[in-house]
């Protein structure tokens, strides 16, 4: 008999009888950590954010202007499984030549999965503009950035993680990474986050600041929020990481649990993508295959979306679980949950 059938005969028989009902799980604690604040680290501000200068059009031409990549925090692979493939092709070099020979070998399987252990800065910008770029012109549909960061430019990041929002990269951050600071405005950007690492957060910290006072300081900062907190709602995720941006000191570092993360929209499906992709898929795919859809997510939030589960440990579960749900789908696999991971014999998804 269970519990809840031996409560109701006791209520039933014994006015008296009656269950102690079972303690809440006790929550979360948030935790901080002392960390060093340097330029280029961290939650970095130099002022508003302002359009990258661009001289030439990307998409319409192979002559690209040079742009610096700082060797050995980049490579490509055309895997996703790197605890058995590695971290793929080192890439050092951001010419079109050099990013087409690395991801060329990924057109046959439709999945591209690109390392990234630096800064967010003006390379990891020209990074993921000329990344998403390649992919596009050989039509890889299934992007993954697999990021270890500790932070840097917060301008650097509102304008990577516009790139991102428009270009359907998933975020992943593997067991024993990091994403902080500025790296939250990332996350914030994909269309999908898997977290096995861990995310935190500070306060940002200005660079060549005239301020003599904490008035002048805070206006300094006024306008770099007020285009944070624009850049943070567009992409579906919660002001309040705009807010923590402000108040926890930049020598500390605030991790956010799993709890915050789902709170905040830094985890799992983005919300505002998925309002467009919802109207897309429905267009596409039918009503039908949009609500076996949204009851995989469900499901998968619940059995495998878990932060301190291995990567490939949670891949594995949706894969498996998946199946109950009738994926991948005949009539529309592409659009299918977890599509990247699937290929036939001659690499085609």
């Known amino acids: 008999m269970s519990l809840l059938s031996w409560c109701v005969l006791c209520a039933v028989l014994l006015a008296g009888c009656r269950a102690e ?34 001289k030439i059009d990307l998409a319409r031409t192979t002559d690209w202007p040079e742009a ?22 080192a890439l050092d070099k951001l010419d079109f030549q050099s990013l087409l020979d690395a991801v060329k070998p990924c057109q046959a399987a439709g999945v591209m999965r690109v390392r990234y252990t630096g800064k967010i800065n003006a390379e990891f910008t020209s990074l993921m503009e000329r990344m998403s770029n390649v992919a596009n012109r ?81 206006e300094e900062l006024r ?23 402000m108040t926890v000191p930049n020598r500390k570092l605030r991790l956010l649990t799993a709890t915050e993360l789902e709170e905040y929209g830094l985890q799992g ?4 993508q998925d309002d467009l992709d919802r ?10 295959f949009v609500r076996r859809k949204d009851d995989f997510m469900l499901a998968f939030d619940r059995q495998c979306g878990q932060t301190e589960t291995a ?26 949950p977890m599509a990247e991971f699937d290929r036939d014999a001659s690499g085609v998804l």
């Open 138 to 218: 050989l039509a890889i549909e299934k992007r993954v950035l697999d990021i270890d960061s500790s932070g840097g430019r917060v301008e650097d990041g509102i304008r990577a993680g516009d790139i991102i929002g428009a270009s359907h990269w998933t975020l992943w951050v593997r067991d024993g990474a990091i994403c902080h600071s500025s790296c939250l405005l990332i996350l914030a950007a994909g269309d999908n986050r898997v977290i096995a690492g861990k995310v935190g957060i500070h306060r940002m910290m200005r660079i060549n600041s005239g301020a003599n006072s904490r008035a002048e300081l805070a």
């Open 279 to 288: 109207i897309q898929l429905t267009r596409k795919c039918g009503e039908e």
């Open 311 to 336: 990567l490939e440990d949670i891949n594995t579960c949706g894969l498996e679980l998946r199946k109950s749900f009738g994926f991948p789908d005949g009539t529309c696999p592409m659009e299918s």
């Open 68 to 89: 610096p990549l700082t060797a050995g925090v980049t490579w490509v692979s055309c895997e996703l499984d790197y605890a058995e493939h590695g971290d793929g092709v």
């Open 223 to 245: 306008q770099v929020y007020g285009q944070l907190k624009d850049y943070l709602e567009r992409n579906g995720a919660a002001v309040t990481v705009a807010d923590l941006m």
């Open 269 to 272: 499906t983005n919300a505002a």
């Open 21 to 54: 009902p079972p303690a809440p799980p006790a929550p979360e604690k948030p935790r901080t950590e002392t960390t060093a604040s340097s330029e280029d680290n961290g939650a970095i501000s130099a002022g508003p954010v302002k359009p990258a200068p661009r």
